[in-house]
């Protein structure tokens, strides 16, 4: 699953991890390979986990299918292949949509449906490979598609979550779980 050569066991796992890998299993039918990875540190593991899921599926004015782009784009720009076929799994299944994982990676700016999509999108691309020039004016121009203060913040959030966790999941060698290739088709 990894180049790691430990991985932790639900005979051996703490109960708080065996407890969160079942509530994977029955969301999706199985437990994502970065789950099982993370246990490997289960403090850490409990943490991000919670906070992943509070990025991805919490209160925000950016729609969970906004936040699965967002994902998609940046895990595209930093070729993470876990990343990639999870998250395009994702979200072809919240949206409905086979193909637009596909065409979100061949022009997001062309796939995006609306104009706000095509600035957030835009704006996350731009956190990830020059986080140091944005600018003011990059903010407005999500003001100007009516984000709020906090969409702004939950944008910039989201697209740190992902390249920390296509770093982590790349340098470590994962592999993604098959089943992410079924999902949505």
């Known amino acids: 699953m990894w180049w790691l050569r430990k991985a932790v066991d639900e005979a051996s796992a703490p109960t708080a991890v065996v407890e969160a890998w079942g509530r994977a299993k ?17 403090r850490r593991y409990l943490e991000w986990l919670a906070h992943y899921e509070d990025v991805m599926r919490g209160e925000s004015g950016i729609s969970p299918l906004e936040r699965e782009m967002i994902a998609l784009v940046v895990s595209d ?3 993470c292949h876990y990343c990639l076929t999870s998250h395009a799994g994702y979200l072809r299944a919240l949206s409905g949509d086979p193909t637009l994982p596909d065409r979100l990676r061949e022009n997001a700016n062309a796939a995006a ?3 706000r999509v095509r600035a957030i999108l835009g704006f996350a691309a731009k956190v990830t490979r020059d986080a140091h020039g944005c600018t003011p004016e990059d903010l407005d121009r999500l003001r100007a598609v009516g984000l709020s203060e906090e ?35």
């Open 77 to 79: 720009l930093n070729d």
């Open 26 to 42: 029955a969301k999706l039918g199985f437990v994502p390979n970065i789950q099982r990875l993370y246990a490997l540190r289960p």
């Open 151 to 185: 969409d702004v913040f939950d944008v910039v959030e989201t697209a740190a979550m992902f390249n920390f966790t296509n770093r982590l999941t790349s340098a470590l060698g994962m592999v993604p779980n098959r089943e992410f290739d079924a999902m949505g088709r």
């Open 113 to 115: 449906p609306n104009e």
